[in-house]
């Protein structure tokens, strides 16, 4: 049987690494370009005022990172605390700072060529990080743009500083 254009065995250089994790029972990837650091879900200070789907802030390395949980913000109900959730730590190139995800089953990586993803053929809306999907031996795979995780609105409620300097 052949393999699925994008995805390869162990070893073999097809295609970018990218970090593989659930939205409910759906597969999506996000680049470790993007990826700061990987770590297991920790207490979280609550932002009242912010949307659900701003889980809270933590302080990482003496700074106040804001974090996203990404179930929550694409299927509306939080993240599980599984054994394999985790707060993924990405650079958010908008604000050129820090933003951290909750996602679960967040424990596989995988190269996939970028001449496998394709587009969706349905229109993201307001959800502008849904990139485009490539097949995989376990069904659709769809990409992340972490650049488009934030409404402007909520961009300047994290990151107020980087709001001003634009």
């Not at 994008?6 to 993007?34: C, I, M």
């Not at 996602?103 to 596989?108: D, Q």
Request: with cysteine.
């Amino acid at each position: 049987m052949d393999k699925p254009s994008g995805f390869s065995a162990a070893g073999h250089d097809a295609g970018e690494l990218y970090l593989l994790f659930n939205l409910d029972q759906d597969r999506y990837a996000l680049n470790v370009r993007q990826v700061v650091e990987v770590l297991p879900l920790r207490r979280l200070k609550r932002l009242p005022q912010a949307p659900s789907w701003v889980a809270g802030v933590f302080d990482y390395r003496g700074q106040m990172v804001p974090v996203l949980d990404l179930q929550a913000r694409a299927v509306g109900r939080s993240a599980a605390a599984l054994a394999s959730t985790r707060l993924v730590l990405v650079h958010y190139p908008p604000a050129d700072k820090v933003l951290g995800l909750i996602l679960e089953k967040a424990t596989e990586t995988r190269r996939l060529a970028a001449k496998a993803f394709c587009e969706s053929g349905v229109a993201a809306g307001d959800a502008g990080y849904l990139g485009d999907v490539q097949h995989s031996p376990q069904g659709l795979v769809q990409r992340i743009e972490v650049s488009g995780l934030l409404p402007a609105d909520v961009c300047a409620l994290l990151f107020p500083a980087a709001e001003a300097l634009q």
